[in-house]
């Protein structure tokens, strides 16, 4: 069973970027929606008392019946709820354990935040940009639907949501313009807290 905590800050919190109306759909429908389908799926089964992050890392032991619902809204849940924790306007990425590995990683965070912006932009169809650690290296993954790195066993950092639902009332067509204006309203202190939790 995964409790859906209510969204930690106002639906018009996050504006110009993104507008109230995508973050009510997103949330109320969207995320909901997902939590509603993973919890109605793993009921009665012994999945239900562990933690998602554990359920996605064993997709290959659940029952077939259950396996795909698990999988799009289990991984839902978990790209969504990292994804709307991680945004805040007005934090910059400072000197940290996190910038210090990004330049090790990527050579610069310019480097770094070209080829973020690359593979968010030019994934074909619905999917996320994730920024993950693999074996104390940073890599930047696309994923397809709503697949997440806890399925590879990899440990996601920050994720990037680029469906056409996380945009399309605001942008329309223009997924680029949606890609540049998130990268403005990254809480770099979250993502810095996950990558120094994820090394301990
Ligand atoms: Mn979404």
Same mark, same amino acid.
């Given at each position: 069973?995964?409790?859906?905590?209510?969204?930690?800050?106002?639906?018009?919190?996050?504006?110009?970027?993104?507008?109230?109306?995508?973050?009510?759909?997103?949330?109320?429908?969207?995320?909901?929606?997902?939590?509603?389908?993973?919890?109605?799926?793993?009921?009665?089964?012994?999945?239900?008392?562990?933690?998602?992050?554990?359920?996605?890392?064993?997709?290959?032991?659940?029952?077939?019946?259950?396996?795909?619902?698990?999988?799009?809204?289990?991984?839902?849940?978990?790209?969504?709820?990292?994804?709307?924790?991680?945004?805040?306007?007005?934090?910059?990425?400072? !000197?940290?354990?996190?910038?210090?590995?990004? /330049?090790? &990683?990527?050579?610069? *965070?310019? $480097?770094?935040? @070209? %080829?973020?912006?690359?593979?968010?932009?030019?994934?074909?169809?619905?999917?996320?940009?994730?920024?993950?650690?693999?074996?104390?290296?940073?890599?930047?993954?696309?994923?397809?639907?709503?697949?997440?790195?806890?399925?590879?066993?990899?440990?996601?950092?920050?994720?990037?949501?680029?469906?056409?639902?996380?945009?399309?009332?605001?942008?329309?067509?223009?997924?680029? !313009?949606?890609?540049?204006?998130?990268?403005? /309203?990254? &809480?770099?202190?979250? *993502?810095? $807290?996950?990558? @120094? %939790?994820?090394?301990?």
């Amino acid at each position: 069973m995964y409790k859906l905590e209510p969204l930690s800050y106002s639906y018009d919190a996050l504006e110009p970027v993104i507008c109230s109306e995508i973050m009510q759909l997103h949330y109320d429908k969207h995320l909901n929606g997902y939590a509603t389908n993973y919890n109605n799926a793993i009921k009665d089964t012994k999945w239900d008392n562990m933690d998602l992050k554990d359920v996605l890392a064993n997709l290959d032991q659940l029952d077939n019946n259950i396996k795909n619902t698990v999988r799009n809204n289990g991984g839902g849940v978990a790209n969504h709820v990292s994804f709307f924790a991680s945004l805040k306007p007005g934090v910059e990425l400072k !000197d940290s354990p996190l910038k210090e590995q990004i /330049i090790k &990683d990527f050579g610069s *965070v310019e $480097n770094f935040l @070209e %080829e973020f912006k690359q593979k968010a932009t030019t994934l074909f169809g619905s999917g996320w940009a994730w920024l993950v650690l693999d074996n104390n290296k940073l890599a930047i993954k696309q994923y397809h639907n709503q697949d997440n790195p806890y399925m590879d066993n990899l440990i996601p950092l920050l994720g990037i949501d680029v469906w056409e639902h996380a945009y399309y009332i605001q942008y329309k067509n223009v997924r680029a !313009d949606y890609v540049n204006n998130i990268f403005t /309203i990254i &809480d770099w202190d979250v *993502v810095n $807290n996950r990558f @120094e %939790e994820a090394c301990k």
